[in-house]
């Protein structure tokens, strides 16, 4: 990449709970509970969740010769999208934890890294 190029980063955060949920539960179970709740194609694959934290992003984009711009976690209300009331109910969980100031703990990354 060019000098003042960038690279957009959108990703899982791994330590969201289906995250973890996802490295906790045997792989052979993955596509039916992807199924049940997001439908679906047999398309389940692993994953490994080797650049899924600021953290991790930071270090790897500076070595190849980036700076972090911007990084901002981004809520992920779409995991009970398909049953009416557990989204309403997820809804209503993520405004009470932006009332008291509290995260919503299942989110997204998104970072912007610019090539020096």
Sequence with gaps: ??????????TVNRWSPISIASRLLPFSLHH???QYFWGGEEDTFPVHYRMNSR???KT????????EELFVTQ?????FGNFRWLNWAELVVWRALQLVGLPYPENCL???YRRQ
């Design 1 to 10: 990449m060019k000098p003042g190029g960038a690279v957009i980063v959108f």
């Design 32 to 34: 039916r509970i992807k």
């Design 55 to 57: 953290a991790v992003l």
């Design 60 to 67: 790897l984009f500076e070595q190849a010769g980036f700076t």
């Design 75 to 79: 809520d992920d209300l779409s995991a």
């Design 110 to 112: 998104l970072g912007l």
